[in-house]
C-alpha cells in the first residue's frame, strides 16, 4: 500500500507512530535496541514501556542531550552507547531491535553487515522494525540526474562524503528472507529542512518475526 503522510520524525524527536503496535507483536518485552536514536525519543517510549534499552548513535551531543532530557528511573534503564551503529556490536540478546531512517545511509555491503548483526543479537521470537527510503525517493532521483550515481541504487553525497543506498522491494524481503513478516508498507512522506527546502521522501516501513 502507498499513501501519503506528512512528516513526523526528524533525528529522533518524536515517536514513531507505529512503534506501540510493533511492541505489542513482543512475545517478551525485556530488551530492546535502538540503532541510531537520536534525541532518542524512541528509546524513552520503549523504557517507558518496560524495556531495558540499548541506545546507540554517533552524535556525541545528540546522545548526551537525550541522556540529560531523562529522569533518573528512566535513565537507569537505558545503556547510552556512542558508536556508529556500522561498527557496534551487540554483546545481548534482544526481544527488539529497531533501526528508523539510518540504514539508507550506507553503502548495501554494509548494510548487510550491519543487519547480519541484528539477526544474530534478535532472540527466538523477536521483532525487527526498520524504516528506510526506498529507490523512489524524490532526492534520490535528483542526485542521478546531477551525475551522482555510484551503484545500483546507490548514490554519492558530497556534502556528507558518503555513498547512500535507497532500497528495494524484493531487495527487503531478501535481506530478511527466513523471517516473518508482519508488515509491508511503502508510502510518501513531505518533509522540510534547510538546504533542501519542501521535498518528499519515499519511504519502506518493515515489520519482521524471527522465527
Known amino acids: 500500500m502507498i499513501k ?21 507483536y ?16 524512541n528509546s524513552r517510549f520503549l523504557a517507558e514501556k518496560y ?9 556525541k551531543t545528540l546522545l548526551s542531550d537525550f541522556k540529560n532530557s531523562l529522569p533518573n528511573d528512566i535513565a537507569e534503564k537505558i545503556n547510552f ?10 554483546t545481548k540478546q ?5 533501526a528508523l531512517f539510518v540504514l539508507h545511509f550506507f ?15 534478535l532472540r527466538s521470537g523477536g521483532i525487527i522494525f526498520i524504516s528506510v527510503f526506498g529507490n523512489q525517493d524524490e532526492e534520490y532521483h535528483n542526485l542521478i540526474h546531477k551525475g551522482l550515481q555510484s551503484g545500483k541504487n546507490e548514490v554519492y ?5 558518503k555513498t547512500f543506498h535507497y532500497f528495494e522491494k524484493n531487495e ?14 511503502e508510502y510518501k512522506k513531505t518533509d522540510f529542512h534547510p538546504p533542501i527546502g519542501n521535498h518528499t521522501h519515499f519511504i519502506i516501513d518493515v515489520v519482521v518475526k524471527k522465527m
Open 107 to 121: 553503502k548495501i555491503e554494509t548494510v548487510k553487515n550491519i543487519i547480519d548483526k541484528m539477526k544474530y543479537s
Open 94 to 98: 534482544y526481544d527488539l531491535i529497531i
Open 81 to 90: 552507547i556512542d558508536a556508529d551503529i556500522k561498527d557496534f556490536v551487540p
Open 4 to 24: 501519503n503522510t506528512s512528516a513526523d520524525i526528524k533525528w529522533g524527536t518524536k515517536i514513531n507512530s507505529k512503534l506501540s503496535r510493533v511492541v505489542s
Open 157 to 161: 553525497s558530497r556534502k556528507l562524503n
Open 51 to 59: 524495556f531495558n534499552v540499548t541506545s546507540v548513535d554517533y552524535d
Open 172 to 185: 527487503i524481503k531478501y535481506l530478511f528472507k527466513g523471517y516473518e513478516f508482519i508488515e509491508y508498507e
Open 26 to 41: 513482543c512475545a517478551r518485552k525485556e530488551t530492546a535496541l535502538d540503532l541510531g536514536c537520536g534525541l532518542g525519543a
